[in-house]
């Protein structure tokens, strides 16, 4: 039982590059949320999707987009990477009841 | 909006002490409150929860209890141990999606 996987785990990017953060799930949950955490802070909601086709902004968007093409699904794109986005990334699943269940992380640097 | 205020860290105990992190947390209506736990390198995992008020969550020898009338769900454990030492995060669910809102987590350091 995988849970929720996340690639990569790690990831070294230059300024103005794009790629992708995936996120996949093998529990059939319908919610799925990125998260970011910068150094010696609390996570904070970069998107979230409630269903397959369904997506929404959380607090910190900018710079970031998503789709939710299938329920196990939910990749995360960086279209112009900026210093500001290096974090870790965080994404995690629930169903309507009950709690979030975590990746491992991806952990961004943008130089 | 939402937020949560954590006990600021970093926190260090002798093993075998008594743990106490403060959480307390502004919202409407009446969130489910969490802790989570986090180890170096590793992603969230779910410590206990609570989801409605007087609600005590356990597990693994911690506690919490939802206190509305204080707004606050503080983490208690009566003997430490070397294998607690982790960041431990207060955070509250919310909004059509439960989202949570996280405080900004605590260091707790248990020495032998």
């Known amino acids: 039982n995988a849970g929720v996987t996340q690639t990569p785990k790690f990831r070294i990017l230059k300024i103005g590059q794009s790629m992708t953060l995936q996120c996949t799930q093998d529990?059939?949950?319908?919610?799925m949320y990125w998260y970011r955490q910068d150094p010696g802070m609390g996570l904070k909601l970069i998107y979230y999707s409630v269903g397959a086709g369904i997506t929404d902004k959380g607090e910190v968007p900018n710079g970031y987009n998503v789709s939710r093409s299938t329920t196990e699904d939910f990749p995360l794109r960086l279209e112009l990477a900026a210093p500001s986005q290096t974090s870790v990334y965080f994404c995690?699943?629930?169903?309507?009841?009950?709690?979030?269940?975590f990746g491992d992380g991806t952990r961004l640097s943008i130089l | 909006g939402d937020s949560v205020t954590q006990m600021e860290g970093p926190v260090t105990l002798s093993e075998e002490a008594f743990l106490t992190i403060n959480c307390t947390y502004t919202a409407t209506g009446y969130p489910s409150l969490f802790w989570y736990v986090q180890y170096p390198g590793e992603g969230l995992q779910l410590l206990l929860k609570a989801t409605k008020a007087d609600d005590k969550g356990s597990n693994k020898g911690f506690e919490a209890t939802y206190r509305k009338e204080t707004t606050s769900f503080h983490l208690e454990k009566g003997s430490v141990q070397v294998s607690d030492s982790a960041v431990y995060f207060c955070?509250?669910?919310?909004?059509?999606?439960?989202?949570?809102?996280f405080g900004s987590g605590t260091q707790l350091t248990v020495l032998p």
């Open positions: 995690a699943s629930s169903s309507s009841d009950q709690p979030q269940h």
């Open positions: 529990m059939n949950h319908n919610y």
């Open positions: 955070a509250l669910s919310s909004g059509s999606a439960r989202q949570l809102t």
